[in-house]
């Protein structure tokens, strides 16, 4: 596919209309877990899936195309894509990521300090003074997630990236939440780039999986040599249908994202609810940074429940739209309630310090007409009241 092209015909387009052998259009899937050498200690360009293959070759290069890398390596899944970046820290290095991180990020990196293969800092990244001395402390990475989950705290990419490089540090962005169509990391001064492709790059709930995108040519080549070592790179299918997703990205996320613009102006006047995190209200306060690094206001939101604990259960009881589900970043709406599904192995006291209520409600806004959804969450209200009457 030609340079210079937008990155949504490279979205729609990258591979399309490329086969040889039969002029499919769209770029067939290779299953083949080998490949036939072309003659006696000659091998094609492909010899076994697992270091490398057409089909996940395909997405690697959409994805890095997207992200403005030099490449990109496709992992079984954001986790393995995470660990895939740890896996070149040794014993005297320390990495600085946020204390609000994702929560398999936290325990993996808890984990694998305690084990001794790094040390690890949990810092408020919007804290001027607690960054400050974090940097002093001359962390070899630092890792960033904006919006966070499930606050969707906002913070400054190329502030941050600019004090890492000061001290030597290279920088990764979690970009998980917003993916290229409304943020681009690399181009705000990260090295690297962090995806779950579970969520909206391939958008439609059937795939796990990751990828980790270099800014450095060189680094893609070590990385990939790794993940062919340890083995986590992706299977074909996989990455075929997470391409197939990746068509309708930019269409999908700009109508999950008008969605959740509604949701959030909704449940902002509700007297029910005490409190919206939603980058894309004047109110919040990250909105001036999202306004300025990212392209759009993405469609996750949370929002705090005025009754509190007791008021979630009749509220997801009611919702028929919305699946209480964790996950997120597919055509289809979720709900979740954090302290009791995705941040329940945090503990309670690093939810507090978090800021992450028992009254919180997390969702992920799909495609659906946004009248149906605020019906429904309309139907959750309503079953709060119904239940405090009684
Ligand atoms: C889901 C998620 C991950 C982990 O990805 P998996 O595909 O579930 O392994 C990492 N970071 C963020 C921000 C996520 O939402």
Not at 4 to 22: F, H, M, R, S, W
Not at 88 to 106: F, I, K, N, Q, W
Not at 341 to 361: N, Q, Y
Request: aromatic share 6%; glycine share 10%; with cysteine.
């Amino acid at each position: 596919m030609k340079r210079n092209l937008k990155p949504e015909t490279v979205a729609a387009g990258n591979g399309i209309a490329t086969d040889e052998t039969y002029g499919a259009v769209t770029p067939p899937i290779y299953l083949s877990s080998t490949f036939a050498f072309e003659g006696f200690e000659r091998s094609g360009p492909y010899d076994y899936s697992r270091t490398a293959n057409p089909s996940r070759a395909l997405l690697a290069d959409t994805i890095a195309r997207l992200e403005g890398g030099s490449g990109a390596i496709i992992t079984c899944s954001g986790m393995s894509a995470v660990d895939l970046l740890l896996s070149r820290l040794s014993a005297d290095e320390l990495v600085v990521a946020p204390h609000d991180c994702y929560g398999g990020t936290y325990r993996l990196l808890a984990n694998r300090s305690e084990r001794g293969h790094f040390s690890v800092s949990f810092v408020n990244q919007a804290d001027e003074t607690a960054l400050a001395a974090a940097m002093e402390q001359y962390p070899a990475l630092v890792l960033i997630e904006t919006p966070s989950n499930p606050l969707m705290r906002v913070v400054d990419i190329e502030r941050i990236s600019k004090r890492a490089k000061d001290v030597g540090a290279k920088v990764a962005v979690d970009n998980t939440f917003l993916t290229p169509a409304l943020q681009r990391p690399l181009s705000l001064g990260a090295d690297y780039v962090i995806h779950s492709t579970t969520k909206y790059l391939n958008g439609h709930s059937d795939v796990v999986g990751g990828a980790l995108v270099c800014a450095e040519a060189s680094e893609v080549e070590e990385f990939a040599s790794w993940a062919n070592i340890t083995g986590v790179t992706g299977a074909p299918f996989d990455s075929y249908l997470t391409l197939r997703g990746v068509r309708t990205l930019f269409p999908r996320m700009g109508r999950q994202q008008s969605n959740a613009k509604h949701i959030a102006s909704y449940l902002n006047k509700h007297p029910q609810v005490s409190v919206v995190h939603y980058p894309g209200l004047p109110d919040h306060p990250g909105h001036r940074i999202a306004g300025r690094q990212q392209s759009g206001f993405g469609a996750m939101l949370s929002f705090e429940l005025k009754g509190g604990v007791a008021a979630v259960r009749p509220f997801v009881e009611a919702l028929s739209v919305f699946t209480l589900a964790e996950s997120l970043g597919g055509v289809e709406s979720l709900a979740a309630h954090p302290a009791s599904m995705t941040h329940l192995g945090m503990g309670a006291s690093a939810r507090e310090a978090a800021g992450i209520g028992d009254g919180l409600l997390r969702l992920s806004i799909g495609v659906e007409a946004v009248n149906d959804l605020i019906t429904d969450l309309e139907e959750g209200f309503g079953a709060i009241q119904d239940r405090t009457a009684a």
